[in-house]
């Protein structure tokens, strides 16, 4: 059993900053990729930002210089500072974690958090 649980999403002045976490618990044998989706309303979910085991990052063009993804291994604890936020930015911010878990070994799965919503006004 693996469970994912976000925190700090909330309302925000635009060029304000929000700071979202991730964390992951159970029975966890690795992590591989971690990332932070959102989705507006109406719209596609879509990748904000990425980071491999290796901490290799990737960042969806208009967050980047602005937001930052960062992962805590030992925690297994995903990390997004959000800086100059955006009316834009607006969204339910999902991470989803590649997560090894189970009995012996375990298997390779990909999960998703409940979301966090982040509300920028502008």
């Known amino acids: 059993q693996v469970e994912l649980v976000e925190s700090g999403g909330g309302l925000v002045q635009a060029g304000g900053s929000l700071r979202l976490s991730c964390a992951a618990s159970?029975?966890?044998?690795?992590?591989?990729?971690m990332g932070w989706y959102r989705q507006a309303p109406g719209q596609e979910r879509e990748l904000v930002a990425s980071?491999?085991?290796?901490?290799?990052?990737t960042y969806r063009e208009a967050v980047k210089g602005r937001f930052t993804i960062s992962r805590d291994n030992a925690k297994n604890t995903l990390l997004l500072q959000m800086n100059s936020l955006k009316p834009e930015d607006t969204a339910v911010y999902y991470c989803?974690?590649?997560?090894?878990?189970?009995?012996?070994?375990?298997?390779?799965?990909?999960?998703w958090g409940l979301g966090t919503e982040v509300t920028v006004l502008s």
């Open positions: 989803k974690v590649r997560i090894r878990a189970g009995p012996g070994w375990g298997t390779w799965n990909d999960y």
């Open positions: 159970g029975s966890i044998t690795s992590i591989g990729e």
């Open positions: 980071t491999s085991s290796s901490e290799r990052i």
